[in-house]
């Protein structure tokens, strides 16, 4: 009993908490440029415990003062082209402005697409002052007049969170 007690009293003091916790979400497709690398403009919160993502200007995550630790991010984005010829999706997780991790996927040996969703969930250290941010590639086939956008057609479809783990 004592030791439900004190976990109790822990959780309600608040000493054991998977905060700062943030979700963010784009809400609406975007149209990026063909086979470049685009910062996805995360526009939308379901929640940020610290407000420490920001959806309306840089849309990153930012490491509050005194916050630093393991935490648990995950992220993923959804690409498209119209017509079909979807060549290349990827995203990239970046940390104080250099990639930290990429996940893509590139059918050119087997055909084209219309969707491809990448995303990836890691473990990171992290410090005080240490920011986040997601970028895409969507790739169409050769130089034609296709157009690539973003997707985002639930909160799930185009999403960006995390939370911290540990100290």
């Known amino acids: 009993m004592a030791i439900t007690k004190l976990i109790a009293d822990s959780i309600t003091s608040g000493a054991i908490a998977n905060t700062p916790a943030f979700y963010a979400y784009l809400d609406d497709d ?9 910062k996805v403009p995360f526009n939308q919160k379901e929640f940020d415990t610290d ?4 959806n309306t200007t840089n849309y990153r ?8 630790g393991k935490y648990f991010i995950h992220y993923n984005a959804m690409g498209s082209t119209d017509p079909s010829r979807l060549i290349l999706m990827a995203t990239k997780l970046y940390k104080n402005g250099s990639v930290v ?18 995303g990836n969930q890691l473990h990171l250290d992290l410090s005080a ?5 997601v970028y895409v590639n969507v790739d ?13 057609t639930n909160i799930y479809t185009t999403s960006f969170g995390g939370h911290k783990i540990i100290e």
Do not use: C, H, M
């Open 140 to 152: 169409a086939e050769g130089s034609g007049s296709y157009t690539t956008k973003i997707e985002a």
């Open 101 to 118: 991790a990429q996940n893509y996927i590139d059918p050119r040996n087997a055909g084209f697409g219309l969707q491809f969703s990448v």
């Open 30 to 38: 975007v149209t990026v440029t063909d086979g470049s690398n685009t």
């Open 61 to 68: 995550f930012t490491v509050p003062t005194g916050k630093g």
């Open 129 to 133: 002052g240490d920011y986040l941010e």
């Open 51 to 54: 407000s420490a993502f920001d």
